[in-house]
C-alpha cells in the first residue's frame, strides 16, 4: 500500500523564501512503513455508489482534487503526514472496493496513524467503518462502542436489500453491528428534512439515530448542540467522524452530488468538528460526496482541504 507517482505528483505548490514556512507539498511524503505515526491521507476513487443511488457521477476524481487544494496550505504539525495512495474501484464491484479500503484502514490503525480516508462518494463510510471494526476486533475488542458522527443532509439509511450504494452505508453498518452482537451509535448532523423520506426519518427512530436538522444550526444554538455531541461522544469508546460535503450550502459546497438548499455554514460546522476533534476518541475520519465535475472554483475541494487542516492541526 503505497502512493504510486500520479498521487504524489499531486503534491506541489508555493515555496516561500522565509524559515519555517512549510506547506504540505513540502512535508507529505509516501507511506512508509518504517514511519513514526502520523496522518495517513489515503483515496477511495469511486463513485459507483452515487451512480446506483441516481446521483451526479464524478465523485472517481475527489481524492485528487482534494490534495490538489490541500498541497498549498500551512503546515502547522509536529508529527508527520504520509501519503497511501488510491483505491479505485474500476469495474463497478463495489463491495470488493470497500473491502479493499477496510484492508488499508486496519493497516493504517495498526502502525498508529491517524486514517484520514479522501473519498469519494459517501459508499466510502462503509468501507471506512469496516477497516476500523476489523481493528477493534483484532484488538480483542468484544463489544467495542463506535460512535459514527455524520455531519450529512442525509441519513444514508436506504434499505441496502435493494441494492448498496451512497444510500446504504449507515444501513449496512448498522445491520454489520446487529451480526457482531456491538451496538450500533449513529449521529447524523445537518439532515434536511426535505431531502430524506419518512421512511427514513422511521428508520432513524427505529435505530436511535442523534438527529440534528440542518435548520437547528444556529449561532444561538450552537452551544446547545455541541453539548449534546459531547453527551454523545461521552457514551462512546472510539469515533469515526464522517463529513459528506452536501451538508454545507450550495454557495460553499456546489462541487457535491446534491448541493443543498439550505445547509450547514462552515462557520458553524468547525466549531463541531473541532469538539470531536478534540475529544480524545476520534480514530478515523473520511470526507465524501466532492464532485469535481460540478465544482466552482474549487470551493468545494477548498473547502475539504481546510476540514482536514482542521482536524490535523492538533497532531
Known sequence: MNADRSTMATWAGRIDPEPDSL???QVVRPL??????????????CDEGVRRNKGRPGA?????????????????????????????????DLDAAQARLAEHVTTLLAA??????L????????????????????????TPRIGIINFDAHFDLRDPAYAHSSGTPFAQIADA??????????????????????????????LEVLVREDREFTPSSLDRIGERLDAFVAACDHIYLT??????????????????????????????????R????????????????FDIDSRTARVAARLIHLLTLNG
Not at 278 to 292: C, F, I, T, V
Open 177 to 206: 453491528c446487529a451480526t457482531r452482537g456491538w451496538p450500533f451509535r449513529y449521529a447524523c448532523l445537518g439532515v434536511s428534512r426535505a431531502a430524506n423520506t419518512r421512511a427514513l426519518f422511521r428508520r432513524a427512530v427505529d
Open 112 to 117: 498508529g496513524h491517524f486514517p484520514i480516508v
Open 60 to 92: 472517481i476524481a475527489a481524492p485528487a482534487a482534494i490534495r490538489k487544494a490541500l498541497a498549498n496550505l500551512a503546515w502547522h504539525r509536529p508529527s508527520p503526514a504520509y501519503d497511501a495512495g488510491d483505491v479505485a474501484c474500476d469495474d463497478g
Open 32 to 45: 512508509d512503513a518504517a514511519g513514526a505515526p502520523g496522518v495517513a491521507l489515503i483515496g477511495f476513487a
Open 23 to 25: 506547506r504540505w507539498h
Open 243 to 276: 463529513i459528506d460535503l452536501d451538508v454545507l450550502p450550495a454557495c460553499e459546497a456546489p462541487g457535491v452530488s446534491a448541493p443543498a438548499a439550505r445547509g450547514v455554514p462552515l462557520a458553524l460546522l468547525e466549531p463541531l468538528v473541532e469538539r470531536v
Open 119 to 142: 473519498g469519494g462518494g459517501h459508499e466510502v463510510a462503509y468501507g471506512s467503518w469496516q477497516g476500523l471494526a476489523a481493528h477493534l476486533a483484532g484488538a480483542a475488542e468484544d
Open 278 to 293: 478534540d475529544s480524545g476518541k476520534l480514530r478515523l475520519a473520511d470526507l465524501a460526496e466532492l464532485n469535481p465535475d
